[in-house]
């Protein structure tokens, strides 16, 4: 059998990390690109990077702005795009690629449900990519943390290649809803124009982060909800560990984690590129949800609302204090 024809749909941080070392390992990859990426990637080429010292450089990479060209023939579509995108993007796919395999490579629980839906005839499978990339210029993108990407099971190419392995798992909604608690700290860490680990460092942001993730467990348990874990510490015991005196947090967060001090949100980074975030994704969904079980979410509502008001400003992450975050 021949190796499949892949597009990755979203030529963004995890996109191109994804799809670039793909591509380093052989693979046919072609990426659905903005002209800016296309073109900072057409001038210097694709690198990536990360925690651990790799350092690779792709000279040529297939970076396509058009739709119709770049998923033509896919026999695998990796969606990368934002949240609010995937169906627009879904789309495309049904126009372009019905007969693809597509994968969901984004934040939040609803994207698979979106894809499947707009494309009742393909094999969509959810997924999870528990590590951070941040960009380091045009074309270069930086893995700033540890961790496998977690896919629903069932028949898949192998797409296990070095510096990135492919995990299958039977319970990725439990997983996705796992990532979704962890990614709440994404709007913390996006107000505070910290990078992450110093934030992780300080204790005051930690408490932060752990009321909101406890929060967000009390409405997932009145939902029936029961969040799998993507770290090595089980959901229910993450707040637990981030209130910790900081000299032990440092200890255990050692064993749970890699993280590096360039390591910043997805969040963090389109407020500074003044794009929409995925706030509606992540908090959101816990407010939708408690919504609907007639709970109250004050916490998260309170991090959409400074969220929704930094995109309105347009000036970029705000810089906050914890106390200013909690008011």
């Known amino acids: 059998m021949s190796p ?23 693979h046919d990859v072609r990426f ?23 350092d690779v450089h792709l000279a040529a990479p297939a970076m396509i702005e058009d739709a119709e060209a770049a998923l033509s023939g896919a026999d695998l579509v990796l969606v990368c795009v934002k949240s609010g995108d995937t169906n627009a993007m879904a789309r495309q796919i049904a126009t372009h690629a019905p007969q693809a395999q597509v994968i969901s490579l984004q934040n939040g629980v609803a994207n698979a449900v979106a894809l499947r839906a707009a494309l009742p005839q393909a094999d969509v499978r959810a997924g999870v990519v528990p590590f951070n990339v941040v960009p380091g210029g045009p074309a270069q993108y930086h893995r700033a943390t540890s961790g496998d990407i977690l896919i629903e099971a069932g028949p898949l190419p192998d797409l296990s290649c070095p510096h990135l392995n492919w995990v299958q798992v039977d319970n990725i909604e439990a997983v996705q809803w796992g990532k979704l608690l962890i990614n709440l700290g994404n709007a913390i860490n996006a107000l505070s124009d910290m990078p992450l680990l110093e934030q992780l460092h300080d204790r005051r942001w930690r408490r932060l982060m752990a009321d909101q993730m406890a929060e967000g467990l009390r409405v997932l348990k009145t939902a029936g909800i029961a969040p799998a874990k993507t770290t090595a510490a089980p959901p229910h015991l993450i707040p637990h560990i981030l209130r910790l005196p900081t000299p032990l947090f440092r200890v255990i967060a050692a064993q749970m984690l890699t993280i590096d001090a360039q390591a910043r949100s997805s969040m963090w980074d389109d407020l500074k590129q003044g794009r929409k975030t995925e706030i ?21 509502a309170r991090m959409r609302s400074l969220i929704r008001t930094a995109e309105a400003a347009g000036e970029g992450p705000p810089g906050l204090r914890p106390d200013e975050i909690r008011q």
Request: net charge neutral; hydrophobic share 50%.
């Open 4 to 26: 499949p024809r892949i597009t990755v749909a979203g030529a963004g941080s995890i996109g191109c990390f994804v799809g670039g070392l793909l591509a380093d390992a052989g």
């Open 32 to 54: 659905l690109a903005r002209p800016r990426v296309a073109a900072a990637c057409a001038a210097d080429g694709l690198r990536l990077t990360d925690f651990d010292g790799l």
């Open 280 to 300: 509606d994704a992540l908090q959101g969904a816990i407010l939708e949800l408690a919504s609907r079980h007639g709970r109250q979410a004050p916490l998260n």
